[in-house]
């Protein structure tokens, strides 16, 4: 088998790369000659004191690594694939108090807490107020009398109503929590200017803000799902401060992604307009889920091997670090048929834009297809003729697959 054809010191988790593009071209590549490859960093590189890391790039190998964390462990180096380049190592650790980066039992005893909120039941009691919403937000949107910011106007809007609804934080508040969670993963785009300093006190305000919550709900409970999880009279709830941590995950696991699979979205059916009208016509209910895939929101998350193992015909060193690229294994021929087409019809599809299955498969997927469906639906009644007026402006991230800016026009 030959050598993928990549250049010199190519790194999937350069921010200059998903500044301007995802690198489709050559994940293809490493799919068709080696789908787990070696990538060389330089020693110490955004806080992990190794030299690089392995590309998993297939999506056979990327659900192996999901689906056995007794051997891939999200919390030795934490999930993020790279952080701010002059991040500490202690900055690092903190991160494991996060569910994204726990491992079972303790992840286990989390996520059966956490998971309370997100039943069928709690996201069907939301359907009906988040279908107003929806259509509020595009209402709000279409009153605009020439260009708009698709992104600030409409793709941000209803995840954070969503998350304020389902935990219960004030509408008002909503602002706060967009400022937070941006300020938190934009550190690798200069135009924000976020320093890890305005980063971590971000953070910390968050945090604090849910915390603040939890103690209050402990003292009053009422009908919310912070009360459900902090403050019922069974065992096991959360902690004040466990609490604070879940919302900080929530803010961006619910709020960034889903905002970015909207603005992807939007961006893919006015760039291919025969699937806008088939969408305008028949409102498929394969859609949201073949709209992640297309976008892909989290390019990559990372693994730790635990002990020496072996994948796609490579030795895996004990403590190795495991990229698995959502975004390659969402393009696999071999698993989807013409993946480079965008099908709102596509069924079945298996993507895994949600993640790769085990224990870390995403909690509030039920909420974001629901969120997705809604937007959509929303757009198509009262913005049918919506056009682009230019370029999508991407976000600098080494993991995100990020729009900053998408200026349309409701027509």
């Given amino acids: 088998m030959p050598c993928p054809a990549l250049p010199d010191g190519f790194d999937f988790t350069d921010p200059d790369l998903l500044h301007h ?7 293809a590549e490493l799919r068709r000659a080696e789908p787990v490859r070696w990538i060389p960093q330089p020693h110490n590189l955004a806080g992990f004191q190794d030299e690089g890391y392995w590309a998993v790039t297939r999506h056979a190998d990327v659900r192996y690594v999901s689906t056995h964390p007794e051997i891939f462990s999200s919390s030795l180096n934490t999930a993020i694939i790279r952080f701010n380049d002059h991040i500490e190592r202690d900055a690092i650790d903190a ?3 996060i569910l994204l980066n726990m491992d079972p039992p303790e992840h286990t005893r989390v996520r059966q807490i956490v998971q309370r909120g997100f039943t069928p039941r709690a996201i069907r009691a939301l359907e009906q107020r988040l279908r107003e919403r929806a259509h509020a937000i595009v209402e709000g949107a279409r009153s605009h009398s020439g260009p708009f910011d ?14 304020a609804e389902l935990i219960g934080i ?12 941006n300020r938190m993963i934009a550190y690798d785009d200069p135009e924000y200017a976020i320093t890890e300093e305005v980063g971590a006190e971000s953070a910390t305000e968050l945090i ?3 915390m603040n919550m939890a103690a209050d709900r402990k003292q009053c409970p009422a009908k919310d799902i912070v009360s459900t999880l902090v403050a019922a009279e069974d065992e096991g709830n959360l902690g004040s401060d ?3 941590f879940f919302v900080l995950m929530l803010s961006v696991a619910g709020n960034e992604t889903t905002r970015n699979a909207i603005t992807h979205g939007m961006h893919a059916f006015l760039t291919h307009p025969a699937q806008w009208e088939l969408y305008k016509r028949t409102r498929p ?6 709209i992640v895939r297309w976008a892909t929101p989290v390019v990559s998350f990372q693994r730790t091997a635990t002990q020496d193992t072996e994948l796609g015909g490579r030795a895996i ?5 495991v990229g698995l690229f959502y975004a390659s294994a969402n393009h696999d021929p071999e698993v989807f048929g013409n993946p480079g087409d965008f099908d709102i019809n596509r069924d079945p599809n298996p993507h895994l834009g949600f993640g790769g299955g085990g224990p870390h498969y995403c909690l509030g997927k039920s909420l974001a297809v629901l969120e997705i469906d809604l937007i959509f639906q929303a757009i198509a009644d009262a913005m049918p003729n919506l056009s682009l007026v230019g370029d999508p402006r991407r976000l600098r991230s080494a993991w995100i697959n990020g729009v900053k800016e998408l200026q349309v026009d409701a027509g």
């Fill in 21 to 27: 593009r995802v690198p489709l071209p050559e994940f």
């Fill in 95 to 97: 991160q494991r108090l």
């Fill in 150 to 163: 698709f992104v600030t106007e409409v793709a941000c809007e209803l995840p954070l109503q969503a998350i």
């Fill in 170 to 181: 004030p509408q008002d508040d909503r602002v706060k929590i967009f400022e937070w969670s």
């Fill in 208 to 210: 604090s803000y849910a």
């Fill in 242 to 244: 466990e609490f604070g």
């Fill in 285 to 290: 209910a394969t859609t949201a889920e073949e």
């Fill in 317 to 321: 060193r004990k403590g190795d670090r």
